[in-house]
């Protein structure tokens, strides 16, 4: 995962947008929106990722906030405990 390419996907692309590249990629395995990433698995991380982002960014946090929230709770998960 790359964090630059989640935070250009929740900066650049409403909800809408990211669901519909989201279907892209599941169902047509298409790349409707050129997320970076080294395979169509990353990308989709990228957009599933971004789309949270995006929609906390919507509801009226603050962009940087929003990041910090979800990138944490991505740390929490991958963490070994």
Do not use: C, W
Request: cysteine-free; overall charge negative; hydrophobic content about 40%.
């Amino acid at each position: 995962m790359k964090p630059s390419a989640v935070r250009i996907v929740a900066n650049t692309y409403s909800v809408e947008q990211i669901d519909a590249g989201i279907e892209a990629i599941t169902e047509r395995e298409e790349d409707l929106l050129q997320v970076d990433g080294d395979d169509i698995g990353e990308r989709l991380t990228h957009l599933l990722l971004g789309r949270r982002i995006r929609a906390r960014i919507d509801a009226g946090e603050a962009v940087n906030a929003a990041f910090r929230a979800e990138m944490g709770a991505v740390r929490g998960t991958l963490k070994n405990e």
